[in-house]
């Protein structure tokens, strides 16, 4: 055995230095799991007769199969490629998302998600807008929605990009472009073929897979360090030109007030993340929704240990200097780890996962922004409930079209930024836009329509204002645009500012509006959303 191990681990330190990428096998590999996907799609779409069947499955899936769906849902390229390369380069400060993310979950199973999924029918807005005045608050609450699923997309297409420049050996600008539009294409024919149906059963396969590959890679890496936490964090700090420095904080975020500020971003934006919460409604009864929950905590919680090992294994094996040089820079550290554990053969499998991964993860944003504009602007707003199901469906599509030719251009400008730092900026925006409003809709009665438009368009105002103020978006070589430099606001993410803005203006605005609303719809909305009476039957009022 020790044998072995001694030469997995030679052979793994000459990886260091060599990567042998094969770009036919890998793009052969890709290419196999593109079509069997893609088969999976088409055979899905085959009972999409209904809005119901297009936005939430025609609610068919079982507690399992959700909870798979959901984990699939929730482990985007932010978890894999992320964190993984953020672990590597910075240490304890990349894991913070791991921790962020895990704990982020359980908050919103605990607030909101069954809760949600007795009260809705199929998106945020149907909840929020329950017992409050229809046309102002769905027109924020799709607004806002639109808004994360946007910041989000950007992070899967910069991922993408990074991931199959590596895939392909592409240098250069141009070149990941172009490998951003491909997949944005993809991702559109998914949701305008397979609806919510095609689009779970992807995420169910991507799931299985990614946890899988990675459960594999970190006994692999375990192995070559004798199964010994210790030993991999001491090949770890001597391979990093910060040494000790990667097991504390401070390496990424010299900045406590940062730190508190992503972490607070982190842990309070999954419950306002419209995607993640839609997936609850694919289920046909709370019973099952609470075995989905049970399923997906096992199978996140999971995979979050699982990043541990495998960044500090990417970190020891590969260096933080090579994971930044490669095409994708940190976005690239999971699969170089591959080639350092198992050559060209494992690196175009899990690349290829981390693909299938990503193209799950922009298939679910989008049906979601769609379903948000078809439902709650056209078909509630626009049209005050008289559309039908298969005008909604046909705006649908027409909306995936419109968001995935946005996800296109916004992929291109953040090239090269870290994905998982990418979604903590989708998060603080939910958290300060979507998270006030759904608290106060589901457990206080006092709130008005005044609280809740006030809250959404305040907290996502001010979470987009500070981003635009910060060194992410100006003044750093890190920046989206490194060449202008507006930045006055010194934090990296908003949400310690922006978050309690939104709080804040949702309580001022309820006192405002006060005694305006229906306290007989609060009563009712109480009772559907604690026992799930009338869930499967819930409209709009």
Not at 174 to 203: C, D, E, F, H, P
Not at 477 to 505: H, M, Q
Request: aromatic share 10%.
């Amino acid at each position: 055995m020790s044998d072995w191990i001694a030469g997995a681990l030679a052979s793994a330190s000459s990886a260091v230095t060599t990567i042998e990428n094969n770009p036919v096998l890998n793009m052969s590999i890709f290419a196999v799991f593109v079509a069997v996907t893609m088969f999976i799609v088409i055979r899905a779409s085959r009972n999409n007769r209904s809005a119901a069947d297009y936005y939430a499955g025609g609610r068919s899936f079982s507690g399992p199969q959700n909870g798979f769906a959901i984990s699939g849902d929730y482990l985007s390229a932010a978890s894999f490629l992320g964190i993984v390369g953020a672990i590597a380069v910075n240490g304890y400060d990349g894991f913070l998302y791991s921790i962020g993310f895990l704990v982020a979950w359980l908050v919103a199973l605990l607030l909101v998600a069954e809760l949600m999924r007795n009260t809705g029918k199929f998106t945020m807005a149907d909840v929020l807008s329950f017992r409050l005045k229809q046309a102002p608050v769905r027109m924020a609450a799709a607004i806002t929605t639109l808004a994360v699923c946007f910041f989000y997309l950007l992070a899967q297409m910069a991922g993408a990009g990074g991931l199959v420049s590596l895939l392909m050996g592409i240098e250069g600008q141009v070149g990941q472009s172009l490998v951003i539009a491909v997949v944005g294409v993809i991702m559109v024919i998914y949701v305008l073929v397979g609806g919510m149906k095609g689009t779970t059963w992807v995420q169910i396969v991507k799931a299985f897979l990614l946890i899988g590959g990675a459960i594999v890679m970190t006994i692999w890496v375990l192995a070559i360090n004798g199964f010994s936490i210790n030993a991999l964090l001491e090949s770890a700090v001597a391979a990093n030109p910060a040494g000790d420095a990667i097991l504390g904080p401070g390496l990424q975020y010299a900045n406590p007030v940062d730190f508190l500020s992503l972490g607070l971003a982190l842990v309070l934006g999954t419950a306002g993340l419209p995607h993640v919460l839609m997936r609850f409604y694919t289920v046909p009864t709370a019973k099952e929704a609470r075995r989905s929950v049970v399923w997906a905590i096992w199978l996140i919680g999971l995979f979050y240990l699982l990043t541990l090992v495998l960044g500090y294994g990417a970190g020891a094996l590969v260096g933080p200097e090579q994971i930044l040089a490669a095409p994708g820079g940190v976005n690239s550290a999971a699969p170089l780890l591959a080639n350092a554990l198992g050559g060209p053969i494992l690196m175009g499998f899990i690349s290829a996962v981390a693909f299938a991964t990503i193209l799950a993860v922009v298939a679910g944003l989008t049906i979601t922004a769609s379903a948000s504009f078809a439902h709650d602007i056209y078909a509630n707003v626009i049209k005050k409930g008289r559309a039908t199901g298969e005008g909604e469906v046909r705006v649908a599509r027409i909306t995936t079209l419109v968001v995935g030719a946005l996800a296109i251009v916004g992929g291109i400008g953040v090239q090269g930024q870290n994905v998982a730092f990418l979604v903590s900026l989708a998060f603080a925006v939910a958290a300060s836009a979507n998270l006030p409003t759904i608290l106060y809709s589901l457990f206080w009665r006092g709130f008005t329509t005044a609280g809740a438009v006030l809250s959404m368009y305040g907290g996502l105002a001010s979470a987009l204002v500070l981003i635009v103020l910060s060194p992410v978006f100006s003044g750093a070589e890190t920046s989206v645009f490194p060449s202008i430099d507006i930045a006055v606001f010194p934090l990296s993410n908003p949400g310690i500012i922006s978050i309690p803005v939104g709080f804040l203006l949702g309580f001022l605005g309820s006192f405002i509006g006060r005694g305006r609303e229906d306290p007989r719809l609060a009563a009712e909305m109480e009772v559907r959303s604690l026992t799930g009476h009338g869930a499967e039957k819930a409209t709009s009022h």
